[in-house]
């Protein structure tokens, strides 16, 4: 079975600071990878994912990720992060056979401060 | 633009109460979850459906069942409530076509039971 850890799960930052959110990953047989972000008091929303291809990916609001094979770590970067960036961070895999089933870690609460 | 909507956003009920919770998506979706979610522990998996009628469990089904009567529609039910069932509830939906969509979610449930 595969399973996802984020070891942070809580990280300050100043504004206009870069910040990386770790995410490693476990699984027997390949994945792909997806980080999802949750807004105060709203539902999850996907930042990027990782299918195939190029290791470097970019997503909505300036975050990219990068994949790491040697490492399974699907780490997520932000040059310089913004108030409205507070946020919980979900990493999350599922299974390149099918299926469609997310294991997600446990998050990473992401707090901007000024 | 993918929209799944929950029947609340907020609900109290007492202990020994039958609870359900209504999830509806309206992109024609094969596939839908329910999550909890609880701090710390991030988002696992309570039931999923692949089609109209039918279910299987998720991680943490016990206390829980769940029914699908439309594709549209996927009811999470609380047979009786217990206090330890109190958390945010999560749907979310996905199309089967392949494995790498992204899942929609709705704006979730917060259940207090008492």
């Known amino acids: 079975a595969q399973s996802v850890t984020q070891l942070d799960s809580q990280v300050p930052v100043f504004e206009e600071a870069p910040v990386e959110l770790r995410c490693n990953y476990s699984s027997s047989v390949s994945v792909y990878l997806f980080w999802y972000v949750q807004y105060p008091n709203q539902g999850l929303q996907l930042l990027l994912k990782?299918?195939?291809?190029?290791?470097l990916v970019k997503g909505i609001n300036g975050f990219e990720a990068e994949f790491n094979k040697s490492q399974t770590s699907f780490h997520l970067r932000k040059p310089s992060v913004h108030i409205s960036d507070t946020a919980e961070y979900f990493c999350?895999?599922?299974?390149?056979?099918?299926?469609?089933?997310?294991?997600f870690g446990t998050g990473t609460q992401l707090k901007v401060e000024l | 633009d993918v929209k799944v909507t929950q029947s609340s956003r907020y609900l109290v009920k007492r202990t020994g109460e039958k609870v359900f919770l209504e999830c509806v998506q309206d992109m024609d979706h094969e596939n839908m979850f329910w999550y909890r979610q609880d701090p710390g522990l991030g988002l696992r998996l309570i039931y999923f459906?692949?089609?109209?009628?039918?279910?299987e469990k998720g991680d943490i089904p016990e206390g829980y069942s769940v029914s699908r009567e439309k594709k549209e529609r996927f009811s999470l039910i609380l047979e009786s409530a217990s206090t330890n069932q109190t958390s945010m509830y999560l749907c979310a939906s996905i199309s089967s076509k392949w494995a790498g969509y992204e899942q929609y979610f709705g704006p979730g449930t917060r259940l207090t039971v008492t």
């Open positions: 999350a895999v599922s299974l390149t056979g099918g299926g469609n089933k997310l294991t």
């Open positions: 459906s692949y089609d109209v009628k039918m279910k």
């Open positions: 990782y299918l195939s291809g190029s290791t």
